[in-house]
Each structure stands twice: as structure tokens, then as C-alpha cells.
């Protein structure tokens, strides 16, 4: 998976998550009027690499698998951007902004967690992803584990991320893969998206680090 993805995880402990902030929602008005009409040339191109970066084994990033920056993209130019909560708003601005899926998870919500694993998905795991129960297979399609006294519990994917670990207004620390194309040589780069990332963070958290993890 190495030579297709880069991750970035981003850590926020402290984070005021019950109320919203004006300095977030005036950066997610002004990107998304920004995002919809027609991406540039270069911007669409890198679009596509982060769609390929999930071509592994079987999986096929097309319909209800693409990634989740796709979405988003589609939301703002239909005017339907999603407002959450604070955190999950920075996320889907950085998403949105640099065109990148991005993973949030709240950390208190997998108790006793020893590391996170990412990998492909093996044929028989999936997770729930939404209110309504529905699953999402995670075959051949990069995953993010939480691992606990070596079980490896599936939380994360660029596509969805599962409904279990979901930030809500009680949640107060966070995690968040950043899926980069490893093989993308251009701009953006992932230590700037991390860093942009991290700097917002920082207005709403006590702490906040940053790291290339794959």
C-alpha cells in the first residue's frame, strides 16, 4: 500500500467541539464558493491521482467508492456543504481545500487503543458506517485499525469512516489520517496540508502535533 499511498495523522487533545466558531464557518464559505465551478487543470489532475491512489488489488474507486473528498466537492457545487461540528468542519475544509480524503476519528471512542494500523482491508472485513447500520466492505480498500492487545479493529477508510468512532459535541480528542498519492510529485505537498491542517486545529485545541506516518 506504501507505494501508492502517504499518510498523515494529525492529533488534537483539549478541542472545544461544542460550539461552533465563526472564523471556521468564514474559511468553508468563502473555499466553497471558490469550489463551485470547474477545477483547474492541475487541481483536477491531482483529483484523479487521489482517486488512482486507491486502485489496490481488486478495489476500484468509482460510484459509491470514490473517495471522500469527492463528495464534498460535489456538495459545494450543489450549495449542500455539510456543517457538523467544529472539528469535523476543519476536516471537511482541508479535505475540500487541498482535494485530499481525510479520516477523523474521536480517540475516546476505541478505549485502550495501543497503536493504529493501516493496511488493505482482507475480504471479510467491513464496518458500520452510518446511523442506519449500513456496512461498508473493506476489501482491497485502504483501511485504518485501531489495535488493541493485537486486535485490529477496523475504524477508518477514505471512503467512510465508521460510525462508531464519529466526533459528536462531547468529543475532546481526535485523530485524522490525511491519504496523500505517493506518487504525486507536484503541489500541493502533504507537509503543507498537515501543517495548514495543524494550524487551524490549534484555535479550537490545548495541543496539537503532526506527523508522516507511511
Not at 488534537?12 to 472564523?23: K, W
Not at 488489488?57 to 460510484?63: A, L, M, N, V, W
Not at 457545487?77 to 487541498?98: G, K, M, T
Not at 500541493?188 to 491542517?197: A, K, N, R, S, V
Amino acid at each position: 500500500m506504501s507505494e501508492r499511498i502517504q499518510i498523515g495523522m494529525v492529533s488534537a487533545s483539549g478541542v472545544q467541539n461544542s460550539r461552533m466558531h465563526q472564523a471556521i464557518e468564514e474559511r468553508i464559505s468563502k473555499l466553497v464558493k471558490r469550489r463551485g465551478g470547474p477545477l483547474p487543470e492541475t487541481e483536477d489532475a491531482f483529483r484523479k491521482a487521489c482517486r488512482d491512489m486507491l486502485r489496490i488489488g481488486s478495489y476500484k474507486p468509482t460510484g459509491r467508492g470514490k473517495p471522500a473528498s469527492e463528495y464534498l466537492l460535489r456538495a459545494a457545487s450543489e450549495e449542500a456543504f455539510p456543517r457538523i461540528n467544529p472539528v469535523a468542519d476543519i476536516n471537511n475544509y482541508i479535505s475540500l481545500a487541498y482535494l485530499v480524503p481525510i479520516s477523523l476519528w474521536d480517540v475516546d471512542k476505541i478505549k485502550d487503543a495501543d497503536s493504529w494500523l493501516f493496511r488493505a482491508g482482507l475480504e471479510n472485513e467491513q464496518f458500520v458506517f452510518n446511523p442506519s447500520g449500513q456496512a461498508i466492505g473493506l476489501h482491497d480498500l485502504a483501511s485504518g485499525f485501531a489495535v488493541i492487545e493485537g486486535v485490529e479493529t477496523p475504524i477508518v477508510t477514505p471512503v467512510k469512516d465508521c460510525q462508531l468512532t464519529k466526533t459528536d459535541g462531547n468529543t475532546s480528542n481526535i485523530a485524522a489520517a490525511v491519504y496523500y498519492p505517493a506518487f504525486w510529485s507536484g503541489a500541493p505537498g502533504l507537509p503543507d496540508i498537515l501543517q495548514e491542517f495543524s494550524g487551524i486545529l490549534k484555535e479550537i485545541s490545548d495541543h496539537v502535533e503532526i506527523a508522516i506516518i507511511i
